[in-house]
């Protein structure tokens, strides 16, 4: 068994493979029901047995989220939902509920069950009651300390695992237990159906004098007091793992390829930086910046240490310094050209910056001196959208390898 393992949000199959090329160890996905992410495009029976024999082809792993807060009326077809997910051949179903746990369990007992993070355990005395009804993994409450985690581990059996999210948004109520999105719009955030409303911006009125109503705010962009910075735990890494957490969960079943990309590629050079050098030694800053390439909030360490900094009292809107240019097909050697397929705007003399899994090109420039369209006729701008183009290059990068373009930062380039 690895020392850790590295699992990634998978909405699709395109971030699945996204995924697993950029180091994940294993992937967790939604099926087409009881999901909490019930607007990412998920997968059916079908397209779950396509992913698990892909994944277990790399030998890595595939789990299934079953986690809704079930109603009664939930249960029906839930057992037969869980017999299909064990056909297909997945590692384990990732469960909330106590009563489709023990279904799970009846139906379908070879498939292993993680314990959801939305059972909000935070304690070791829940953590060793779920274990006792043959739960493998426990995925800890976000509330989790790090302190709690070191009693946790040491109070269950050796064979339990313990997973916990290092990094991804972060929803504002307790372990996402919200109700704001069912209040206001009638979609519940614990039936998958989440509008992000805590996001919004507010106002406040004086109910006896009226008026005109206040924005809550410091300026005139507002505050947004239910908004959340988004997790990031990179820079500690070895204190998870020797607080015994052994699966490192990013968020983001609902992000683009381009960020599972790049936060999958930080964390396994991150993790693999741990391995390889002693305790202590500061992880260089080109993968601590890799997190700051992609879309992003105001970074927070959570609930993890003492100090507590988790509202995002500026703005709502995520920022990102580099755009997804172009994703990798695979490389010509005949004509010694790159194949790309084109995402956003770019053009001959720009200079794209590689996101590779391979170290040997991963942050390297790619200056487009010149490129072509699927005839051979020369192109000057990339401005069709899924374009297919060949780049005069040496650098072999490989399929899924990505080309991304610096833009302006709107926080005039704090962190």
């Known amino acids: 068994m690895n020392r850790v393992e590295l699992l990634a949000p998978a909405g699709d199959m395109n971030k699945l493979r996204t995924a697993l090329h950029f180091g994940a160890d294993a992937v967790y996905v939604g099926g087409s029901k009881f999901s909490l992410r019930a607007n990412a495009k998920n997968f059916d029976g079908s397209q779950l047995v396509e992913a698990a024999e892909y994944t277990h082809s790399l030998g890595k792993k595939i789990y299934v989220a079953a986690n809704v807060f079930a109603c009664n009326s939930d249960f029906d077809g839930l057992g037969e939902y869980f017999e299909q997910i064990s056909r297909a051949g997945v590692d384990a179903a990732i469960i909330s509920d106590p009563g489709a746990l023990a ?8 498939l292993e069950i993680h314990l959801s993070t939305q059972a909000n355990t935070t304690n070791k005395y829940s953590a060793k009651f779920w274990a006792d009804q043959g739960v493998k993994r426990i995925v800890l409450a976000r509330e989790t300390s790090m302190k709690d985690i070191r009693e946790i581990r040491e109070y269950l059996p050796a064979d339990i695992e313990i997973e916990a999210f290092v990094h991804g948004a972060m929803c504002i109520a307790y372990s996402g237990r919200c109700l704001l999105s069912n209040a206001l719009t009638g979609r519940s955030s614990n039936k998958g159906d989440c509008v992000q409303a805590c996001r919004w911006e507010y106002s406040i009125v004086e109910t006896n004098r009226g008026g005109s109503p206040l924005t809550i705010g410091e300026d005139g962009r507002g505050t947004y007091l239910l908004n959340s910075k988004d997790l990031n735990m990179i820079e500690h890494i070895g204190e998870l793992i020797e607080a015994g957490v052994y699966s490192f969960k990013v968020e983001g079943r609902m992000k683009s390829p381009y960020y599972v990309a790049s936060v999958i590629n930080a964390y396994r050079r991150a993790i693999d930086f741990y391995n390889q050098n002693p305790a ?38 995520p920022r990102c310094e580099y755009e997804f240019s172009a994703e990798v097909i695979g490389y010509d050697d005949a004509r010694g050209m790159l194949v790309a397929e084109m995402r956003n705007r770019f053009k001959t003399g720009d200079e794209l910056e590689i996101l590779s899994a391979n170290g040997e090109y991963h942050n390297k420039v790619l200056r487009i001196d010149r490129m072509y369209d699927e005839e051979m006729n020369e192109v000057a701008e990339a401005k069709l959208v899924q374009q297919i183009l060949y780049i005069p290059t040496d650098k072999k990068l490989a399929k899924a390898d990505i080309l991304r373009k610096k833009v302006a930062r709107s926080d005039g380039g704090k962190r």
């Open 280 to 317: 202590g030694t500061a992880l260089p800053e080109d993968i601590i910046a890799e997190l700051y390439k992609n879309s992003h909030r105001d970074y927070t360490t959570g609930f993890y240490f003492k100090e507590q900094d988790t509202v995002c009292l500026e703005t709502s809107q």
């Open 103 to 110: 279904l799970c369990r009846e139906v379908a007992p070879e």
